[in-house]
């Protein structure tokens, strides 16, 4: 296991026209850490994850996973791309394949695994997920909650290094957060690297080693949970944290 | 006793109305227009049956007085023919130019848009002379003298097939094949674009997120769910396809049309003729187009 950081991101900007979405980040996360991002609706926190990924050109700035640079003409760019599992706000299953062929395809035409052995290990994934009798039906027959697990399967599945999580909760009815909460935090015990966007405070609270509180395109404060929430030293933080705990 | 009698009508009423509205509504709901087309068929095959000179003007048009074999070469089969080799060039032709308009690269996407807008501004009988006598020969041309460059670079027998492509050997149906493929792959990729870009981002970034390139994310995500949505679409283009294949019979292209205009120009039965062409054609759409519907309600369905 080295040492080093297994996400390195230097003095990050991007923008989109005249928005400038990130003015600078500098973040290190890890390997095995749980980083929870935090902060206002605007605040840069998706674009901070989309960049990790490369779904969005940073406009300056370096990001390197398990020390390789990535740059938008890499051509490693897709096999770092294949490391890092993204579980998306909308789930974004594939709706024309089952869940078992969501799970597998990228498998199969990515990590050019065979189908036997990409069906298995998709049928592992969904029992971790906990939803294997699904495998056969299409995600439009599913639970938001239940297509939000398939889509942790399918991220699994690839068996990256890192997971990122975008607002993975957000969609979701009430009563449905919790399957997908306790998934990730089954995921985060098993040492999984996560760098997650969310409003959960409590998956904060319970599976996060560092919390980032960002606002206006720039991390404020960069600490552990306990520390953010119990004592937070920036005024925009207190604000922040007052407006979201009120009720 | 008015009102001893009003009671039960009162109640006959109230159900009455339903009952006439959920009639009405089916016969409402009935495609009247199709069994109108599928009378005025079957009438006109009555007609075609029974009224030699009908019977006669079917045969030429249709090409079954020449048997299976000569119709192979001329009438109801060559129109058949032609529309379906066009549409698959053009499907593939329309495929290519609409991810070439989609496309990062300034090049392809302006080569797309000038290829569509030029077959867009120009009526299709002007371009299908153009292509079938303009443009071939000019491919001919270039391919015979970049056979020639090829001779003189000592390439003699790669060079030498190439010279020996003549605009002789190239049959006027092929011409029209390629002009009426032209035409509608500049419409396909129209329908390609809109279909693709009718998938949300979110697929594309699902698809590239877990490491796939762009053409797989094309091939396996993206295009199975755009061409299940421009199905319909791409039947109905098929439909016209087929009645603006009638245009070939301009370049004496023996299809349904020319073997009209051939046998009335011979016989003066204009109307036997006509009449004729317009049932054969307005079958073969008919049926096209209740194809196409059926494969949009079951595609509704799976939904």
Redesign the interface.
């Known amino acids: 296991m080295s040492s080093q950081p297994i996400i390195v991101v230097r003095d990050l900007h991007k923008h989109f026209g005249k928005v400038e979405a990130l003015n600078g980040i500098d973040l290190e996360v890890e390997r095995g850490k749980v980083v929870v991002i935090i902060g206002p609706s605007g605040s840069g926190k998706s674009t901070l994850l989309r960049c990790v990924?490369h779904?969005e050109t940073p406009t300056s700035g370096e990001v390197w996973i398990d020390g390789v640079q990535l740059t938008s003409h890499s051509a490693h760019l897709?096999?770092i791309?294949?490391?890092?599992?993204?579980v998306?706000q909308?789930f974004?299953?594939?709706?024309?394949l089952t869940v078992l062929e969501n799970v597998t395809?990228?498998q199969q035409?990515?990590r050019k695994r065979s189908r036997d052995e990409a069906e298995q290990i998709a049928m592992q994934k969904l029992v971790r997920v906990g939803i294997p009798e699904k495998a056969g039906v299409y995600p439009?027959q599913l639970s938001g909650g239940q297509q939000q697990r398939v889509?942790i399967a399918?991220?699994l599945a690839?068996n990256p290094k890192i997971m990122l999580f975008d607002e993975p909760t957000s969609a979701l009815d009430p009563e449905m957060i919790k399957e997908v909460l306790d998934v990730m935090l089954d995921l985060a015990k098993e040492g999984m690297t996560m760098l997650v966007v969310s409003h959960e405070m409590g998956f904060a609270r319970a599976a996060a080693d560092e919390v980032l509180f960002m606002d206006g395109g720039l991390v404020v404060e960069h600490t552990t949970p306990h520390d953010l929430f119990n004592n937070p030293r920036e005024d925009r933080t207190k604000l922040f944290l007052s407006q979201i705990l009120k009720h | 006793m008015p009102q001893a009698s009003e009671r039960p009508i009162e109640g006959a009423s109230a159900l009455a109305p339903d009952r006439r509205g959920t009639v009405g509504r089916r016969l409402v709901d009935l495609p009247w227009w199709l069994f109108a087309i599928i009378v005025l068929i079957l009438w006109v095959g009555f007609i075609i049956l029974t009224r030699p000179n009908y019977t006669e003007a079917f045969e030429r048009v249709s090409g079954t007085y020449r048997g299976l074999a000569g119709m192979l070469s001329a009438g109801i089969l060559v129109t058949i023919g032609i529309s379906l080799a066009s549409y698959l060039i053009a499907i593939v032709l329309g495929l290519i130019t609409g991810l070439a308009r989609m496309s990062q690269s300034l090049l392809l996407q302006n080569a797309a848009r000038t290829y569509i807008e030029l077959i867009r501004g120009i009526p299709m009988l002007v371009l299908i002379f153009f292509i079938a006598l303009v443009g071939v020969p000019a491919v001919v041309d270039l391919i015979d003298s970049t056979g020639e460059w090829l001779i003189s670079l000592g390439l003699t027998e790669i060079g030498g097939a190439l010279t020996r492509v003549e605009n002789d050997s190239i049959p006027m149906v092929v011409r029209a094949i390629i002009a009426l493929a032209t035409t509608y792959g500049a419409f396909l990729a129209e329908i390609f674009r809109a279909g693709i870009q009718s998938i949300g981002k979110g697929q594309m970034e699902a698809a590239r997120s877990l490491g796939m390139t762009y053409p797989q994310a094309m091939r396996y995500v993206i295009l199975p769910q755009a061409v299940r949505n421009i199905l319909p679409a791409l039947g109905n283009d098929f439909v016209s396809m087929v009645k603006d294949s009638s245009l070939v019979a301009l370049l004496a292209v023996r299809d349904m049309t020319q073997m009209t205009k051939l046998y009335t120009g011979q016989s003066f039965r204009f109307r036997e003729g006509y009449i004729v062409l317009s049932i054969l054609y307005l079958a073969l759409t008919v049926t096209l187009s209740l194809g196409v519907q059926a494969v949009e309600r079951r595609l509704r369905r799976h939904e």
């Open positions: 990924n779904l897709n096999e791309r294949a490391e890092i599992g993204m998306f909308l974004n299953l594939f709706p024309h395809l990228a035409v990515v439009g889509a399918r991220g690839m």
